[in-house]
């Protein structure tokens, strides 16, 4: 058979990596597909003319050119960015060229656009290095599970944050200080606010609650809270209460709708997705008949990423002469039978809850805030009061100008009453600053 | 399109979780797969008529009467054992049918002959249920990463040995209480053996070595080793080196050749996999490309083995009609291509090792042992001597008839080298009997 020729946009970190496992691995892919895989031609900017060169790979500046070739079977975007990725992808597809990208920002933005364009040719889209590098995720959550009514996905989807928190919680630190090691080991970025407001994660979660509902992309419904005002107090204290705090994207289905949220996530010390750390990344799946299930690897990196695009280019490589009525949908369910499930605006979410409220430590304080969440028919799971300074001992005697935090932990409850409880508290004048939140899953 | 058709053969605890994710997930699994999956029939035995009827299902006695039934699309294998399990699923591919199977003795030992009798007839046997129940991991593995040469698995793969392993580690307790209330609890079978002793997990193994390496199935050449002789001891010391012990199979591709074994293994309690505890299972694959991934969750149980037949019942669908050259290969490789690296012998696998002696506590004797592991050029990374009975304090004069145990941790070596130093440790006066020895990876 003819070899596969390939065409690559981007030859940066990501495309570097697809393109050395290529080479390194051709015997090993022939082996697989029955079928040789070459690399055609890269387009790339000056700045990777070099590496181009290095790996004996023909380059071009010209992008447009590139995916229209007649010679290209399969064309690979791994430039990141909006422009010129969307209009050099829907021209590869028009083109009738099978896509595969790294590109979340893409996808969770303009995925519905690409996949209506991509059905039309008939060719496929494949996006697996888009969510959690190297873990096959995507491949997992649309075929492994595919005999599921999926109930819902959590996942340690950004290695950056989760690099930061494993640091505080391991080592005590504070924030700024991780993150500025984090930015001098290469991990974030000089603006880090991608990586540690959510976004970047609210970009896999888009793409990941679509294929595990079918539903359409809806990446502007995503609830995003970033880990920045997480305190090394509240790491701690969650951990005497025998919790980890992880940065989760989490898109839940319940009986009202689906939640699509990325927020600091309290999960029980036990799970074993509360002991993954560092940069890797996790992704918790729960399927209706499976029960949880797990995926576990680097979630970013040169070969890891590219991993996952050659894997895509594997598997397009089988349908490469198939009737497209027969391909994985690309959204893991019929196009035309997207459901219209709506998603939840915040204060409808349902969790647990933490607050940290600092009070005045005089008699009638913990009264007055526990019944403000009695009158609410909120049930509380733990109150703890903590000494005003850890470590430092208790006093004998109350004092009334001595702030305590108090930590409470509720049961299930719809986040709305939780928005009024914190609103009652913050007007007790015993209550001398905002109230901090943070939300709970058990994750079972 | 015309509905899809599904016969059973075997209505027991997968067959029934097939039958109703089938039956509960119809409109979901129409709205992936764009045409409807049904279940013609199933063939059962007296036992499980009762079963039948209560989901609705017709039911025959003649199993080689449903395998041959032209109205059937795909056969699902869900009885176990050996025969009839054979000659209906041959059966069924010489008929045209396409089979899945949830029978890993069967692939295991007859899956050459299977997969060489489907490509001939032009048919898909799968078998994601046959390893780590509702895990995707044959998919994982052999899509998923599709892009690496695998350098090796090693996976918790038989939940009720974990179960054990994880109550001894957790509660202290000896293996013979632990077996006991597994059997209690319907986790271990009357006769323990296949879990114990380590032969289900050599099946496991010996199918994810052929699809992690391109190599035929030879499960007659994994060498196994059970849990039955792990004591509460060994446990103890190895939690205090920072060792937990999970009984693992291990497949590593090696310059020598590829190792096959199943054995209890010392791994670093930080390593995620030490902390899969209770039934659950999880494979940790490391690729070349992509590092270490692991796929974790329940390994057994009807919905979730069940969830596995579906996915393969879904994979298929959209290849009834596809030229069989497309296909995923059944073991991953091309079959003209399986490799035929060698299978090593036990005295060539290299590893790490943890040693217990027993020894008279008097001068020298630490020398005498020691002595031995550098005439052998065997590097010790620990060592250790233990109160003869641990918590009850140590004596301050050494009594020459106290006996006390000796704990040695090594560096790579190999297994042979190994075995002589055991022999000639043996042979000391001052040891006073057999050495107990038991394999460790950093698996990093």
């Known amino acids: ?36 895989i070459v690399i055609h031609s890269a387009a790339v900017r000056n700045a990777s003319k070099v590496a181009a060169e290095e790996l004996g790979i023909k380059s071009t500046s010209d992008g447009a050119a590139l995916v229209s070739d007649p010679e290209i079977d399969i064309v690979c975007e791994m430039m990141g960015g909006d422009q010129p990725a969307l209009e050099w992808v ?122 595990a509902f079918g539903i359409p992309l809806q990446f502007n419904r995503v609830f995003t809270e970033g880990i920045s005002k997480i305190s090394r107090e509240d790491v701690s204290y969650a951990e005497e209460l025998g919790y980890r705090i992880k940065h989760l994207g989490i898109a839940k289905k319940t009986d009202k709708g689906i939640e699509l949220r990325v927020h600091p996530t309290l999960i029980p010390h036990q799970r074993l997705i509360a002991n993954v750390n560092g940069v890797m990344n996790a992704v918790l799946v729960r399927g209706d008949a499976v029960g949880p299930t797990m995926y576990y690897g680097p979630g970013a990196g040169s070969e890891p990423t590219g991993s996952s695009v050659v894997a895509d280019i594997v598997d397009v490589v089988r349908v490469l002469d198939a009737d497209p009525v027969n391909q994985v949908p690309h959204l893991a369910f019929q196009a035309d039978v997207l459901s219209d499930v709506p998603i939840l605006e915040p204060a409808d979410f349902e969790s647990a809850y933490y607050l940290r409220v600092h009070a005045e430590d005089k008699p009638g304080v913990m009264a007055s805030i526990t019944s403000i969440f009695g009158q609410l028919g909120i049930s509380i799971e733990a109150i703890v009061q903590k000494e005003s300074s850890p470590g430092e001992g208790v006093s004998a005697q109350a004092d009334a100008n001595t702030v305590v935090p108090v930590i409470l932990l509720t049961r299930l409850v719809r986040e709305g009453l939780i928005q009024e409880a914190i609103a009652e508290i913050e007007k007790l004048d015993s209550v001398t600053q905002s109230v901090a939140m943070l939300r709970v899953e058990t994750l079972n």
Chains 1, 2 share one sequence.
């Open 1 to 36: 058979m003819k070899p596969v020729k390939i065409g690559l946009l981007g030859l940066g970190t990501v495309g570097r990596g697809t393109a050395q496992i290529l080479q390194r691995n051709a015997a090993e892919l022939e082996r697989r597909c029955g079928r040789q």
């Open 90 to 211: 829907l021209s590869a597809i028009e083109h009738g060229k099978h896509v595969i990208t790294a590109n979340k920002a893409l996808i969770a933005v303009h995925g519905n656009e690409i996949f209506e364009a991509a059905r039309k040719a008939g060719v496929v889209v494949a996006f697996e290095p888009a969510v959690a590098g190297g873990i096959p995720v995507i491949k997992a959550i649309r075929e492994g599970l595919a005999a599921n009514q999926i109930q819902w996905v959590a996942g340690i989807i950004n290695g950056t944050g989760n690099f930061i928190l494993s640091e505080m919680a391991s080592k005590g630190r504070e924030f700024a200080d991780v993150l500025q090691e984090a930015q001098e080991l290469g991990y974030a970025e000089a603006d880090p606010t991608f990586d540690v407001e959510g976004i970047d994660a609210a970009h896999k979660l888009t793409i990941m609650a679509s294929i």
